[in-house]
């Protein structure tokens, strides 16, 4: 079996991920630092799951993305339904969002620590958009509206980004099923499609290497821990 190193791989290529004992396809989406807006743990491989995991409203109260439902589901149910090994793989990271009480976007150092998120309209390749802050830079990945588009089963549909309407506190940006963008209350339900990062030094399998992408399941253990071991030590 050979392996290779994640940052070999190309933007756009198919990963897959176990999630509640099923592999789910995560696209690679960047390789390394976006921008200078990003905190330095950023620089990595920044991945996203290919179509919609599931569908929940964004919060109970506001567009508040550092204490929304949102963010609570990404780094706590969901985060835990991913197979420890690989869990503990993902990075620790800080990444641009914007401040509830001003409206000014939080980056660098100051950036939202966490595991999962959703990513930012400007992420996606949104850009000059009216009320929609800069949050980050653009990455590789989007160059057009399909490559935002994401099913729920067979249909196109919906999905939320983490990216509040500024100067509204009800209101949150979203991709529409043909790639647009649009806004949407928090309380109503829609897609989710949850990001993350890994080092750029992780080894994974090409046992599976074909249409079925590359399976971080199939990771050898020791070479794993030893990701993991270095990273502690960093």
């Known amino acids: 079996m050979a392996n290779v190193k994640r940052s070999t791989k190309a933007v756009g290529s198919i990963v897959k991920i176990k999630v509640n004992g099923a592999a789910k396809d995560f696209i690679i989406v960047h390789q390394g630092l976006p921008s200078s807006a990003y905190d330095a ?37 969901f985060i835990s339904l991913i197979d420890a090994d690989i869990r503990n793989a993902i990075k620790q990271v800080k990444i641009p969002y914007t401040n509830y009480s001003n409206n000014n976007v939080m980056s660098g150092s100051n950036g939202l ?37 994401a099913y729920n089963g067979s249909s196109a549909a919906e999905w939320w980004l983490r990216s509040p309407r500024t100067y509204s506190s009800n209101l949150v940006w979203g991709v529409k099923s043909d790639g647009s963008y649009d806004f949407w209350n928090y309380s109503v339900t829609y897609g989710v499609r949850p990001a993350l990062y890994f080092p750029s030094t992780l080894w994974v399998s090409t046992e599976d290497e ?9 990771v050898p253990l020791d070479d794993l821990l030893a990701e993991i071991k270095s990273r502690a030590e960093e």
């Open 210 to 218: 074909g249409e079925a992408g590359f399976c971080l399941a199939d």
């Open 113 to 149: 620590s966490c595991k999962v998120f959703l990513l930012s309209g400007t992420e996606v390749g949104f850009s000059g958009v009216s009320y929609m802050n800069t949050e980050g830079a653009k990455l590789s990945y989007f160059d057009s509206a399909s490559k935002r588009v």
């Open 41 to 77: 743990s950023c620089n990595g491989v920044w991945v996203v799951m290919k179509d919609i995991y599931t569908t929940m409203k964004w919060d109970g109260s506001n567009n508040d993305y550092l204490n929304s439902d949102m963010t609570a589901y990404l780094n706590g149910t």
